[in-house]
């Protein structure tokens, strides 16, 4: 591969964000931010039969995959994605062709957000490796974190839960061409963030989001330990899709509450703001479901889990047991 | 490795940056940037065994490099560095030690700048991958572009040139524990970006600067096409150490012209500013040389090598040839 051909091959020719001073082509890319907006910033890897396989994923997927992992970090800190850059680590064995399409699923994932290519590097190694780091704006102090929740509040959960870890399930097996199957499997490959909702979010002057990476046990501590409030979630609550429920308990709880790369959210938000929060949801057209609450108890962080009468910790890695 | 208890002990307990609003621990960092001031960013990755080896560089060097190509990348943008983040694969055969000592060679570069490290990922891999993104600040339209140097300036370059491939050849070798070949192997293992002299010149309407991470011969060409401009280079004037001279011709110019990652600076200036780039030159101790000058012929955008009254074409490679 010529290298300095395969950067112009994926140098866009034009870009979209009007804050941009200098693209790519340069030491580094320079931006102008509008007064009143603050930069948002998150880096993600992923390593070729670490995070992906190309047993389940096509290079497509891969691209679109990685930068909507980035995209969600910017969604649940309730900001507008703007750009990106993407460090790449080629092994000898990867064709042009399957590179070019790792780049077209990034560039048709952005296309949606009107994010624009800034930067990156490209080198060789023996294990493919995608870095990228994105770039968002928000108004000032409103971005969304973990430590936002407070005593009283709503807890929510957009989309279903454990649709993407079904998805992989599938793509493991041998049944997958069904119709309802390709739902799951499309989830797991071509996830799409929850951005619009949480941008329609930004009016408000308190909330707490965090993106469902790595199932929402995981996800629901962090907010409780940074928050330090507790955080009591109702099993029967959670928006679980028919198919999943086919399954044994077991199976079903690991991917409800440990399957992560759902890309969906978790929020905490005032009851008296609840409305702005289904308002935001019904216009773009995203589903969310009430899932359970925040107290307030000394300094326990905790998270519980309520089933069948039962209340239960849940611990970050999905485990569940009694108090 | 437990990978929560390793990102902790990374984690700083304090940030130097006032802009910053929310460093490590949430799901993107956030930083509100001074008005009139444009934000700067590159990204660049190192591979082991490609960009570097155990054999001739200790983990803390490591660090300390990866992190100064990308701090070169701001200064020669006229930058001053403000943040970074670390993406890292780690293969299994790495210990937690010498991970460290990967973090505390960036951590102690970063010091010097006032730098903070905002966020990252940490990820397993058969390969050691250190992807390391950076942010600086320049006031509006003061970013140093390749594509701004115009007829009649000087050319100029920071340092000695061939320092750092030197430094790797006597690395390579066996006798480099002389107090004089310590000079050069520092130069390699512990390279010092222009920062301070970058920043002493964003008084300046106008300059090109570009860092020498690839050698002269491909950066001045980088120059000359970007700004559609001849550039003509004096081989006399070059900066070059008196150890370098002792090898024969060919191999002095290899380190000289193609000997990358010295990380100084290549810049053009307007002739009345050249007094600006001395004084800037003398109060942050930094040698500068003037090598040659820029001409406008139509819309040649070559590098010229004048040496014993000869003109040769320089290509990017390092390769000279006759017209």
């Keep these: 591969m010529d290298e300095f051909k395969f950067i112009e091959s994926i140098t866009p020719n034009y870009y979209r964000q009007s804050s941009l001073m200098k693209g790519i082509g340069d030491d580094a890319a320079v931006v102008r931010p509008e007064s009143g907006l603050e930069i948002v910033t998150a880096v993600d890897t992923m390593v070729e039969d670490v995070h992906f396989s190309l047993k389940t994923m096509k290079p497509y997927h891969i691209g679109y995959r990685v930068l909507g992992a980035n995209i969600s970090d910017l969604a649940a800190m309730g900001s507008n994605p703007a750009y990106y850059m993407v460090s790449i680590v080629i092994p000898s064995h990867w064709s042009d062709n399957q590179l070019k399409e790792i780049?077209?699923?990034?560039?048709d994932h952005a296309k949606?957000?009107?994010?624009?290519?800034?930067?990156?590097?490209?080198?060789?190694?023996?294990?493919?490796?995608?870095?990228?780091?994105?770039?968002?704006?928000?108004?000032?102090?409103?971005?969304?974190?973990?430590?936002?929740?407070?005593?009283?509040?709503?807890?929510?959960v957009t989309g279903h839960l454990g649709d993407s870890a079904y998805g992989l399930h599938l793509l493991f097996g041998e049944k997958y061409s069904s119709d309802g199957a390709q739902y799951f499997t499309k989830r797991h490959q071509l996830p799409e963030p929850r951005v619009h909702f949480a941008e329609k979010l930004q009016m408000l002057n308190r909330l707490c989001l965090n993106d469902i990476s790595d199932g929402i046990a995981s996800e629901a501590n962090e907010v409780a330990e940074a928050s330090n409030v507790e955080i009591h979630l109702d099993y029967h609550l959670l928006p679980i899709r028919d198919e999943l429920k086919e399954f044994p308990f077991d199976q079903q709880n690991e991917w409800v509450l440990s399957g992560g790369e759902d890309f969906e959210l978790i929020g905490t938000v005032a009851e008296k703001d609840w409305p702005v929060v289904q308002d935001a949801a019904h216009?773009?057209?995203?589903?969310?479901?009430?899932?359970?609450?925040?107290k307030k108890e000394g300094q326990n962080s905790q998270v519980y889990l309520h089933a069948q009468q039962e209340k239960q910790i849940l611990r970050k890695t999905g485990y569940v047991h009694k108090q």
């Design 103 to 107: 780049y077209r699923g990034m560039s």
């Design 112 to 156: 949606k957000y009107r994010m624009d290519l800034i930067g990156g590097d490209t080198v060789s190694g023996n294990q493919l490796v995608v870095t990228v780091t994105v770039f968002g704006f928000v108004p000032n102090g409103r971005s969304r974190l973990r430590s936002h929740a407070r005593e009283g509040d709503i807890v929510f």
């Design 283 to 294: 216009s773009t057209n995203t589903k969310v479901t009430k899932v359970g609450y925040v």
